[in-house]
């Protein structure tokens, strides 16, 4: 990653940019790839393993993903932890004008989200799927994968078309969510988010006590 990368500022629902539907990428230019470098470090400060670029601010369909886990220190990535498909995928992955070829199968999860920081809920979602994307340079290429990187190409597209994960919840889960953030706003992460002294948040083993933000 550059050097120069900086952070960009992540919306947060209820933004009406969330709720674009974003235009595919025509053009691979140098300030694109800066651009996915500024998004996967914006990422990775506020501790998700994925990132559309709606989320910030550009409604285009590119995303940031990165569903490693580290270890303790938070130097060396768990590979131990992923499925034999997830290993297969180098990372981070930079995934442009992405489609879903094939969904197999069934699977839940407790996803959270960078945009609804703080609310975690079970969303159902393929549990293998076959992907088509172009890469940074506009190279089409194609993978197959399940496990937790499966989960967060969905939860990334959803974003695409401007859905979030809480749109998947029942009709009452999702508006109690909805008026509450409404009404109240988000809480204080300085007293809600204890991820900051503890790097598992990414550990699927541990899903409840520390959900993934993508
Ligand atoms: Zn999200």
Known sequence: MSKTASK??????????L?????????FKPELKKFAEDML??????KG?????????????LLVIDTRSKDEVGQRYKYDEMTE??????QPLILINPEIVKGYGKTTFDEGCLSVPSFFDTVERF??????????????????VDGLLAICVQH???HLSGTLFIDHLSFLKSNKIKNQIKKNGYPDPKKSDDDDEDNSARSRKSKSKDPVKA
Do not use: C, W
């Open 8 to 17: 960009l500022e992540i919306l947060t629902y209820p933004n009406p940019v």
């Open 19 to 27: 709720r674009e539907v974003s235009k595919p990428v025509t053009e």
């Open 41 to 46: 470090e914006t990422m990775y400060e506020a």
């Open 49 to 61: 393993i994925g990132l559309a670029a709606v989320q910030v601010g550009n409604p285009i369909q």
């Open 85 to 90: 498909l997830e290993q297969s995928i180098e």
């Open 127 to 144: 549990e293998k799927i076959d992907v088509k994307a172009k890469d940074i340079h506009g190279k089409e290429f194609k993978f197959t």
């Open 156 to 158: 990334e597209m959803d």
